[in-house]
């Protein structure tokens, strides 16, 4: 299975891309607090905001593929690149608000955040569903498999080593708000990579 070319593209693009999904969920509300000066309590409720705006970015992506589903508006390789690219837009977007504080719309920005990541999660499943019969026959369980072990792996080690990017980087600039733009910003870069894998990826495989 690993030595199909697209087999493991996606295992590449899933494994990156959640690293970068991953490695944000676990820093978001330290960085409220400490940036922004929110209470635990409030810092809290901007999980619901992002949940909120991941299961919008899922419906949307649902009903395009549904409507448009013989149309380019309806390809899963669209909104997989349109989720990535949001996702990397919206990370920078918050390690630019560091330094604005509450001058900075942090709750909408959290919003829009967990709306791109929805939808790249989305159209991320949707492309393993319909790429999991290709290649070779009773190979599907082991690919699923591959993909699944990949999305695994990614999310605990994110969780991981975004805390302690953030530490580290905190060490060496001294500064929490600098550490945590610092960390926003390597995510957006691994969204970009996830980016031009899910590219490569369909420009050599079917719809």
Not at 101 to 117: K, T
Not at 121 to 148: C, N, T, Y
Request: charged residues 10%; aromatic residues 8%; hydrophobic residues 55%.
């Amino acid at each position: 299975v690993w030595s199909e070319p697209h087999s493991r593209r996606l295992a590449s693009f899933v494994f990156v891309s959640m690293l970068a999904y991953s490695a944000q969920d676990l820093i978001l509300e330290p960085f409220a607090g400490t940036v922004f000066g929110m209470t635990p309590a409030e810092s809290t409720k901007l999980s619901g905001v992002q949940n909120a705006g991941v299961l919008l970015g899922m419906a949307v992506v649902a009903l395009f593929c549904t409507v448009g589903s013989r149309t380019r508006v309806g390809a899963l390789r669209t909104w997989t690149v349109i989720g990535c690219v949001a996702s990397a837009t919206m990370l920078c977007a918050l390690a630019v608000g560091s330094f604005f504080g509450a001058e900075w719309p942090l709750r909408e920005s959290v919003f829009c955040l967990g709306l791109a990541n929805g939808v790249f999660a989305v159209a991320a499943i949707g492309s393993m569903m319909r790429l999991v019969g290709a290649g070779r026959q009773s190979r599907e369980g082991v690919r699923m498999g591959l993909w699944g072990a990949a999305q695994a792996v990614a999310f605990g080690l994110g969780g991981i080593l975004g805390t302690l990017a953030v530490d580290a980087a905190r060490l060496l600039l001294g500064s929490s708000t600098a550490a945590y733009a610092l960390v926003f910003v390597a995510e957006a870069v691994m969204f970009v990579i996830a980016t031009s894998i899910a590219v490569r990826l369909s420009r050599t495989d079917p719809e």
